[in-house]
């Protein structure tokens, strides 16, 4: 899909329930639109985490939060020589957000920002937008909680929209439009719960989320 319509919240809202989702053009400015065939997404049923990672999260050698730096995660994602994030693009997530309906997760050594992610949430379905780090390390982190805090919440779908070798690692895996869109057509109907973990919860992957009291988050209904 190429039609420049402006991502307004109202616009990409609408466009996410509809499986499509936007990117911009650094060169022109223009924002394109996407509904790529196959589609992939990470089962939260089947999570991979990786050895070296794994003992990185139990020691806790990042502190997770979400929600605290939005506008700070959306700008490193898109510092880099060439990105898909344009202004227009930050506007209208960072408006998104200021909604309730757009996440940033962060991952700090002090007070330093080490890395993050930020996606849009609709029903019990995450859309990932982006992710970046500036310590090794941190973006998969902030990953590995953004998982386990989806599943504790009642999220069913987390969509990565392309699978990359980085992302297979993790589990991801690609299926056909059709079947992603009944997918998310389910998960749209879910009440959820938006971080309801502590860090050192998340943290514990020795303990299925189930064991933990889940139920302290923010609700969320079919628009974020």
Not at 48 to 58: G, K, S, T
Not at 68 to 96: H, N
Request: hydrophobic share 40%; with cysteine.
């Amino acid at each position: 899909m190429s039609a420049d319509i402006r991502p307004t919240p109202t616009v990409l809202v609408r466009a996410y329930a509809n499986g499509i989702f936007p990117m911009g053009d650094g060169r022109t400015g223009t924002v394109q639109w996407y509904s790529p065939d196959p589609r992939a997404h990470l089962p939260l049923d089947d999570v991979h985490v990786p050895h070296n990672l794994r003992a990185r999260i139990r020691k806790r050698a990042f502190a997770v939060t979400s929600d605290q730096a939005f506008d700070r995660v959306i700008r490193a994602c898109a510092d880099r020589d060439r990105t898909w994030i344009t202004s227009r693009i930050i506007q209208a997530y960072t408006q998104l957000h200021e909604r309730g309906a757009a996440h940033s997760v962060e991952c700090w050594q002090g007070d330093t920002l080490a890395g993050g992610l930020y996606g849009v949430t609709l029903g019990g379905a995450f859309f990932g937008e982006s992710m970046f780090f500036e310590i090794s390390n941190a973006s998969k982190v902030a990953l590995i909680h953004l998982t386990r805090q989806l599943r504790a919440g009642g999220f069913t779908l987390l969509d990565t929209q392309y699978a990359t070798e980085h992302l297979e690692r993790f589990g991801v895996v690609e299926i056909p439009r059709e079947d992603y869109l009944d997918t998310l057509d389910v998960a749209l109907d879910q009440r959820t719960t938006w971080w309801p973990l502590s860090d050192a919860e998340a943290a514990a992957l020795d303990r299925p989320v189930s064991s933990f009291d889940a139920a302290t988050g923010n609700e969320s209904t079919g628009n974020g």
